[in-house]
């Protein structure tokens, strides 16, 4: 069974920067991200990672802006965001999609069934 423990965010003004971290335990291969639901909105992909290796994926409002990475180990998932802005406001999640032997970083996109969740913290951007 996969848990995922966040840590992180709060309040910052527009152009400042924040960092959430996950711890992830459970899960040996497969890959780690961060989703995003803003009220009103449905959930989003905004960054993913394959477990222990580079390859990542961005949507597309946060690229250049975020970076997903593991500085702590492959069972740890940071998120530093930077230039923030008011429409990155919202709660974020962090999530892993445990995969078998045969499986590759290709399928850390978005649209591939997330299946294990952390319980969320809340990034608020003011103007």
């Known amino acids: 069974q996969v848990q995922l423990v966040e840590s992180g965010g709060g309040s910052v003004q527009a152009g400042g920067s924040l960092s959430l971290s996950c711890v992830a335990s459970?899960?040996?291969?497969?890959?780690l991200g961060w989703f995003r639901q803003a009220p009103g909105k449905e959930r989003e992909g905004v960054a993913t990672?394959?477990?222990?290796?580079?390859?990542?994926f961005y949507s597309g409002s946060v690229d250049g802006r975020f970076t997903i990475s593991q500085p702590n180990g492959p069972n740890t998932v940071t998120l530093q965001m930077n230039s923030l802005k008011p429409e990155d406001s919202a709660i974020y999640y962090c999530?892993?999609?445990?995969?078998?032997?045969?499986?590759?970083?290709?399928?850390?996109?978005?649209?591939?069934?997330?299946?294990?969740w952390g319980q969320g913290t809340r990034v608020t951007v003011s103007s």
């Open positions: 999530a892993a999609l445990s995969l078998g032997f045969w499986s590759s970083a290709a399928q850390c996109y978005f649209d591939n069934p997330y299946n294990s």
């Open positions: 990672i394959w477990i222990g290796g580079v390859s990542t």
């Open positions: 459970g899960i040996t291969r497969g890959c």
